[in-house]
């Protein structure tokens, strides 16, 4: 617990953090039935911070306390999706940062309820494509190597007229959808979450989705289907726990095994005031429990 900390700290200090969340059944809940859905959030730093960090944390509930609570005193950009919990930081200082992932997934999902004839003149293939034109321009920077400096300069006059003229589409679009269909839901999400999703190009070092923190919470989601549930919520913070110091390990291009065998093997012979000398990117650490090629 004082590692994971410390952790923590980290993520409270960084300027970009990415944020999910995953079903978690717990079967001992005091006053809760077995069968109900518990909660394991995940928050790790952006892809330019200095330390790499991966934290899971349990709650009972889906509710936006949780990470108002776990991010108190964060004031930085937060990659999140669409989810309303997260909302709430928004009045704390906090900058939250569109998915556009899940907006092109929207319109996939509409694609396919169509027979194949009928995508070429249909309104999701427009904003399907425009979607795939901004993940088509993120990946030619990345291959260019550019540093967040010039990505932001760069896409202020490639990518955000693109995301001008999308949302310019969407919004006249939107008042001729009438009931409920997959396309207005597609259209009203990118209206909806006009703001959110254009705050990536603000800064350079922001990310157009949410895809680095989905990507961190697959390991959990995999070993959930072979464990299937926790006993206890005692049980499911230590899993938390254990989850986020070996995420954190990998993150950091150390062995997960030696870390921990490193962690069990120190900790209980130092101050706690020396805990911070165990961190991964502690050059000892790194050289000792690091991966070798």
């Not at 989810?83 to 992932?101: A, P, S």
Request: proline share 5%; aromatic share 10%; glycine share 6%.
């Amino acid at each position: 617990m004082p590692m994971y900390k410390l952790l923590r700290n980290c993520i409270l200090m960084a300027s970009n953090n990415h944020a999910d969340e995953t079903t978690l059944q717990v079967i001992k809940e005091l006053g809760r039935k077995a069968t109900t859905n518990s909660y394991l959030w995940l928050y790790l730093t952006g892809m330019h911070e200095e330390h790499q960090v991966v934290l899971f944390e349990y709650s009972e509930t889906r509710a936006g306390k949780h990470p108002l609570k776990f991010l108190e005193g964060f004031t930085g950009t937060l990659n999140v999706d669409a989810y309303q919990g997260y909302y709430v930081l928004e009045d704390k200082g906090v900058t939250l940062i569109g998915c556009w992932t899940h907006a092109r997934r929207k319109f996939v999902d509409v694609l396919k309820t169509l027979p194949k004839h009928q995508h070429s003149n249909h309104p999701a293939t427009i904003g399907l494509s425009c979607c795939d034109q901004l993940f088509a321009l993120e990946r030619k920077f990345d291959e260019q190597h550019l540093t967040p400096e010039q990505r932001h300069e760069i896409r202020q006059t490639e990518s955000k007229p693109m995301v001008l003229d999308l949302f310019s589409w969407a919004s006249g679009l939107l008042p001729t959808l009438h009931g409920k269909s997959k396309l207005r839901e597609a259209v009203g999400y990118l209206v909806n979450q006009q703001q959110r999703l254009m705050n990536f190009l603000t800064d350079g070092h922001l990310e157009i989705s949410n895809n680095r923190a989905e990507r961190a919470i697959r390991p959990f989601t995999i070993g959930r289907n072979n464990w299937m549930f926790a006993y206890s919520p005692e049980g499911a913070k230590a899993s938390a726990i254990i989850y986020s110091i070996v995420e954190t390990a990998k993150a950091n291009g150390l062995v997960p095994f030696k870390y921990m065998e490193f962690l069990l093997e120190t900790l209980p012979n130092i101050p706690l005031e020396q805990f911070s000398d165990c961190l991964p990117w502690n050059p000892f650490v790194k050289e000792l429990c690091q991966a070798r090629a």
